[in-house]
């Protein structure tokens, strides 16, 4: 029989034991290891049964164990010191309170962090990969650091699948039903107890409502909206039902509701508990771009402001950043432009926004594009001041991609920057790893490098000896070896077979072989099966009788994504192979607890994705803080920060090609040739440098490459670097440029969109009508200068809206510029009868070689982030010649 209804009864905890719930719906216990030891040491068979999840746990110790724990003083200090360590990390002063007094600009004062996945801990399922991931590291580095963050997502009552395997090898999914209850989440309610609920208006007179949960992850607040209330009809009740589900106008449903609701989330949550307003919106990816449109809503709706449309975008675009994690077009949401017109017009529309307006900010204007469709990555683009990419090659691969929106403009002035992705230490190194760096620089300073990133509190770990690394490599590979063997034994459990066929099980995989690891969604471009292009030669490095591999795989491929369950499926059945079942596994259901293993087990940490389309690749770094040395093709993070000593750079084949169909004939070829050079590198580099011992049995080349990845890559790949990068590059100018927007009634933000419409209006009137230089000859000499002589119409124009610019530098064959330098040109009097205004200014012939300039006239105002900001760039007539200003 099944019950009709299930809730959950909690434990009535001695009053003596109370300060375990606060630790216990605080998250921090999650990357804490103090409270978890605490928590382990209540009852260590429960604490394993339940996953390691503090909640369950209280809810299942016997009450007799709770009586004995209330009476054991031992236990009680050790709960003390825990709960007053809670509430002086959640209270006392850290890096960010340290900016506040600095007298510099103040930060914003609060910031709202927007993604519609988060991974926080195994125990709260809420994530389905590297975005989820990302953004629970974001918010624990920013609570380490102190920053004032409140994070804003879905709750999804199934959240992602878990993963099992058939008899085949085929991929299974299943979504256990998730209870709040069970959860370290509580639900945000009025001053009158009754649960704070938020409501969205849908075409036909329907209402979508969410309640709100709030986990608390550190200092940071996280609140996710829930659905799956009895005041939604079953279809809206269904709407955060699980992570990238349902068809298009369920996913366009859930982004709204995280955009907008979230919007009035934290709106509702500043009120009830007075945390400060945010003054800066940080969204990733297009999910949550809608969240642009809740607050112009907000400021056209205020009777105190008066704003309309253009003036409350401006000063929307102020306060927000748009992040894109994506390097390919395939990767952004795009929805019918009738399905969103349905949504936003009518008895659906906003009070205060036009239908059309919303139309045109995910518009794909540029050449190629869609009229017909609605892109959420152009509208988080226009909705946002700043932008940026997650690594620098990605930075550059999506100023290329969203090109289209800048016309006029090279790739490299498109205003997209990059701030690198991090991880959090505290939340993937091992314990051990820890230990062995405080017992040589101490463990305060230890806890301080880990939050902040700072280069030089890494200084000392080079002092580590020898024996002491490797003796700790050797017992984490050990514990990753356990931890396989267990899992492989219960997923042959779930695939049908019985006890008496897994003896085998015992014996697979040995704590001194030279283990790789591979972990990570399961799109074709991340080739998971790249490893297996020959079976033949990854056979014989396998079984080498000196120098064997083994290799951990795991990995889930989307629901929907039959092309992924294939590959899994021939990576299984190779697995299977009896002849090599001892050296390879594949470890179904990835997730964070498996990973807390595999990355400090690891010897190697594998990455091949199709460059570039890597946009940072997250997992490498989290291996590396364990001292685990790459071997990636060079993507992501791993082409900015490999230096030929912490790992290896897999070659790639055809480089500058572009992205290849990976179905084709060339992609094909590619892969051969770059699994033949991961062989290679695996049999000539990897496996020989581990297995070359000296005298002592130790590896000391390989040692050597373990300690400099350590301490020159543990500070940089850090999420609290990037949280500090995110606050003083970004959050801190958007604050700014939003008080500003925002000063006197708005009256910044009206002057800009005057502004801004009369220059779009006057455009087309700025002409360069007549470009001359001092060239008295073709070849000019290193050191001399040109003067040059610009004429400019501009129209409806005034000097002051414009800035006349010489763009010069290297030439190709196509007297295209690169490497360019910019000089502005001084106006020389005022506009003649015609308007016409002529510009002068010197140009310094500073290298040698091929060179060339062209001149161009460009908005200017001092509010703008960015000279392409407008999109708008007026270039000499054809007529003039290029070839005029060009010198060879």
Partial sequence: ??????????????????????????????????????????????????????????????????????????????????????????????????????????????????????????????????????????????????????????????????????????????????????????????????????????????????????????????????????????????????????????????????????????????????????????????????????????????????????????????????????????????????????????????????????????????????????????????????????????????????????????????????????????????????????AEIGAERAEEAMTTGETQRWTGLERIGNTEIWDLRRSLRAQLVDEARRRLRASWHQRGAGEAELGWVSSVLDPDVLTIGFARRVPSYKRLTLMLRDPVRLRALLLHPTRPVQIVVAGKAHPADDGGKRLIQQMVAFADDPTVRHRIVFLPDYDMAMAQHLYPGCDVWLNNPLRPLEACGTSGMKAALNGCLNLSVLDGWWDEWYDGQNGWAIPTADEGAGVLDPESSEAERRDDIEAAALYDLIEEQVAGRFYDRGDDGLPHRWIAMVRHTLVTLGPKVLAGRMVREYVERLYAPAALAQRELAARGHAGARELALWKAKVREGWPGVLVEHVEADCPAEAQELGSSLALRVQVALGPLEPGDVEVQVVSGRVDETDGISDAAVLALKPVGGPDLDGRTRYEGSLELGRTGPFGYTVRVLPAHPRLASPAELGLVALPAESNGMDAGLLR
């Fill in 1 to 438: 029989m099944k019950a009709i209804r299930r809730f959950t009864v909690r434990t009535v905890l001695p009053e003596q034991l109370q300060p375990l719930h606060e630790l216990a719906l605080n998250l921090r216990w999650s990357w804490h290891p103090e409270t978890r030891d605490l928590f382990r040491s209540m009852d260590p068979e429960v604490w394993a049964a339940t996953g390691e999840d503090p909640v369950r746990l209280l809810g299942e110790v016997p009450a007799a164990r709770l009586a004995a724990l209330a009476a054991d003083r031992r236990f009680l200090r050790r709960l003390g010191d825990l709960a007053d360590d809670l509430r002086e990390y959640l209270t006392g002063p850290r890096w960010y309170q340290a900016q506040l007094d600095g007298g510099a600009t103040p930060p914003p004062a609060a910031v709202a962090y927007f993604s519609p996945e988060y991974g926080i801990a195994a125990a709260l399922p809420q994530y389905s990969g590297g975005l989820g991931i990302l953004a629970g590291d974001h918010l624990k580095a920013a609570s380490d650091l102190g920053v004032p963050v409140i994070g804003v997502g879905l709750f999804y009552r199934h959240g992602y699948f878990r993963q099992s395997l058939d008899r085949g090898g085929w991929q299974q999914e299943r979504y256990p039903l998730l209870d709040p209850d069970e959860l370290a989440v509580s639900l945000l309610r009025e001053a009158d107890g009754a649960p704070t609920r938020v409501d969205l208006a849908l075409p036909g007179g329907r209402t979508l409502a969410a309640h709100i949960w709030k986990a608390q992850v550190g200092r940071v607040p996280l609140l996710l909206l829930d659905s799956d209330i009895e005041a939604n009809s079953p279809a809206e009740r269904d709407i955060t039902d699980r992570l990238y589900g349902g068809g298009s106008e369920h996913r366009l449903l859930q982004e709204m509701l995280l955009g907008i609701g979230g919007v009035r989330a934290v709106r509702a949550y500043c009120r009830l508990t007075g945390h400060p307003a945010p003054e800066v919106f940080h969204t990733n990816e297009g999910h949550a771009g809608f969240l642009g449109v809740e607050r112009i809503r907000e400021l056209v709706a205020d009777r105190a402001t008066g704003l309309d449309f253009a003036a409350a975008l401006e000063s929307v675009r102020a306060g927000t950043l748009f992040t894109t994690h994506t390097p390919v077009p395939a990767g952004i949401d795009r929805f019918d432009r009738d399905l969103v017109a349905r949504h936003f017009s009518g008895d659906a529309a906003l009070p205060g926004v036009p239908v059309e307006p919303v139309l045109a900010l995910g518009a794909e204007t540029w050449r190629g594009g869609d009229p017909k469709l609605f892109n959420m990555a152009a509208m988080g683009l226009r909705l946002a001041q700043r932008a940026n990419g997650v690594s620098t090659l990605h930075g550059e691969v999506s100023r290329s991609m969203f090109n289209g929106l800048w016309p006029g403009f090279d790739p490299t002035e498109v205003p997209i920057t990059s701030v690198t992705n991090g991880v959090h230490a505290a939340t993937w190194i091992d314990p051990a790893v820890v230990r062995l760096g405080a």
